[in-house]
T-cell receptor
Framework: GAVVSQHPSWVICKSGTSVKIECRSLDFQATTMFWYRQFPKQSLMLMATSNEGSKATYEQGVEKDKFLINHASLTLSTLTVTSAHPEDSSFYIC????????????FGAGTRLSVL | EDKVVQSPLSLVVHEGDTVTLNCSYEVTNFRSLLWYKQEKKAPTFLFMLTSSGIEKKSGRLSSILDKKELFSILNITATQTGDSAVYLCAVGRSYNTDKLIFGTGTRLQVFP
């Protein structure tokens, strides 16, 4: 299957700082990427859909100014958690849709964010 | 409201057992159902099902979809400790084909 790389895998930051997470499709071009949040022992919660060259589409209840998404190229999307607070601590996973495989999303390894 | 429900929530078996994981859905404009395996980190793709009654098979894993009764099952035969994971079911719709609706997952633990 297609390969999606996510970096960093783990980050600790102080409250009030911003953290950037990168998601790259390594062997295909992804016009659409997705950002999910996952709480312990729960399923994936879609936060936003990232479209190359246009603004991201956020799910209801997700703060656009809090979670900034940029999809500047066909292989890279970034999620920036701005002014992070302890309640933002979570596991964030990105995925990318392979245009040659309808509706199959390939996932990155995830980023564990801990805000002190 | 669209929803995907998986059962059981968790399952504990011994190596060699056969398990069946269930996924039922109520989703408007159904297009496809996908199964993923999530170990410690990233979910990995297993199967995508779009047609009823056609079994998909990969080694000891197989899956089938029933679009009339709105469910799918994932079978794992001769389980191994490496099968221990959370198995996620997700449904895609024919409109807004980008988004997937995920179930809460089934946590499978296989003991030697």
């Amino acid at each position: 299957g297609a390969v999606v790389s996510q970096h960093p895998s783990w980050v600790i930051c102080k409250s009030g700082t911003s953290v950037k997470i990168e998601c790259r499709s390594l062997d295909f071009q992804a016009t659409t990427m997705f950002w999910y949040r996952q709480f312990p022992k729960q399923s994936l919660m879609l936060m936003a859909t990232s479209n190359e060259g246009s603004k991201a589409t956020y799910e209801q209840g997700v703060e656009k100014d809090k979670f900034l998404i940029n999809h500047a190229s066909l292989t890279l999307s970034t999620l920036t958690v701005t002014s992070a607070h302890p309640e933002d601590s979570s596991f964030y996973i990105c995925s990318a849709k392979d245009p040659l495989a309808k509706n199959i999303q390939y996932f990155g390894a995830g980023t564990r964010l801990s805000v002190l | 409201e669209d929803k995907v429900v998986q059962s059981p929530l968790s399952l504990v078996v011994h190596e060699g057992d056969t398990v069946t994981l269930n996924c039922s859905y109520e989703v408007t404009n159904f297009r496809s159902l996908l199964w993923y395996k999530q170990e410690k980190k990233a979910p990995t793709f297993l199967f995508m099902l779009t047609s009823s009654g056609i079994e998909k098979k990969s080694g000891r894993l197989s899956s089938i979809l029933d679009k009339k009764e709105l469910f799918s099952i994932l079978n794992i035969t001769a389980t191994q400790t490496g099968d221990s994971a959370v198995y996620l079911c997700a449904v895609g719709r024919s409109y807004n084909t980008d988004k997937l609706i995920f179930g809460t997952g089934t946590r499978l633990q296989v003991f030697p």
